[in-house]
């Protein structure tokens, strides 16, 4: 997946861009950069979170701990 690409219409636009200038920071419009920094953040953190787990899961639980 070497690039992606959202097309979105005047109208929706107009939408994007308060909507999300809300989301980001309150008072102000979201920008075209605005909204992809952010979502390659998101990107970035979904993969990172998951490599996590992945690799979280593949250590060895430790061993029983038991007392009587």
Known sequence: MASITITTTGPQDARLTV???DYLHPGTNATTADVKAHLIEHL???VQDYE???AHAAVAPPAS???T
């Open 44 to 46: 970035r953190k979904v």
């Open 19 to 21: 909507a999300w200038g």
């Open 52 to 54: 996590n787990r992945i």
């Open 65 to 67: 701990f038991d007392p």
